[in-house]
């Protein structure tokens, strides 16, 4: 059973577009993470999300943590080419020294 | 450039050998985090030291071993090489082990591949 559960799998758009993906679990996490990695590179850390309820923004990149600190989600507006990568999320449960990651979601932004 | 170094960036190896991963954490970094990606299992924790000292260990298999030194850097020893370990390994770092959101630096990974 998979901790962390994000969705959609894959999403491919236009230039242009909106989008948001999902990060859901059935526990609770002192914080959770969004990450963006290109293929054969490592993660990149976007934010960190700490607070329920709790709303952060990078340039185009809008981020939510869910009121019972369960959920999480990404959206992002007017996605542009450069988007393209998987997104991934992870969390800490109990502040046991291990984060746990999520499959992640692989976006395709398409010209 | 997140200030992680992994070396090395490729390895290639036959079944049955053993190899051994290097991780340099960024300046200041007490933590240590080492993760296996392969296509059809995502990115899945291994093993996390902090400050020398093993933390927390993941699904890591008994093949596997890892430790930090005084210096702060970081080895990961994968022994009996089978064609399923074939996969990139990536290392993390962070500042703190506890009571701070995990926010972990990735290196550019080393890509092994068994034959």
């Known amino acids: 059973t998979q901790l962390l559960e994000q969705s959609p799998q894959f999403l491919s758009i236009q230039e242009g577009e909106n989008l948001t993906v999902y990060c859901n679990s059935s526990?609770?996490?002192?914080?959770l993470q969004w990450y963006r990695q290109e293929p054969g590179e490592g993660p990149v850390l976007l934010v960190t999300?700490?607070?329920?309820?709790e709303v952060k923004k990078l340039k185009r990149l809008t981020f939510q943590f869910g009121d019972a600190r369960k959920d999480s989600s990404l959206h992002i507006t007017a996605a542009q080419t450069g988007d393209t990568g998987l997104y991934l999320c992870?969390?800490?449960?109990?502040?046991?020294?291990?984060?746990?990651f999520g499959d992640g979601t692989t976006l395709t932004v398409k010209p | 450039d997140s200030g992680v170094t992994q070396t090395p960036k490729h390895l290639i190896t036959a079944t049955g050998q053993r190899v051994t991963l290097r991780c340099s954490p960024r300046?200041?970094?007490?933590?240590v985090y080492w993760y296996q990606q392969s296509l059809d299992q995502g990115l899945q924790f291994l093993i996390h030291?902090?400050?020398?000292?093993?933390?927390a260990k993941g699904n890591i298999l008994e093949r596997f071993s890892a430790q930090q030194f005084p210096d702060l850097h970081s080895e990961l020893n994968l022994s009996s090489l089978e064609l399923g370990d074939s996969a990139l390994y990536f290392c993390?770092?962070?500042?703190?082990?506890?009571?701070?959101?995990?926010?972990?630096?990735f290196g550019p990974g080393t890509r092994l591949t068994v034959t």
């Open positions: 993390a770092s962070s500042v703190e082990s506890r009571g701070a959101p995990y926010e972990q630096y």
């Open positions: 992870a969390g800490d449960v109990s502040n046991a020294g291990k984060s746990t």
């Open positions: 300046s200041g970094d007490l933590s």
């Open positions: 526990s609770v996490f002192s914080s």
């Open positions: 999300v700490v607070t329920g309820g």
């Open positions: 030291y902090y400050n020398g000292e093993e933390r």
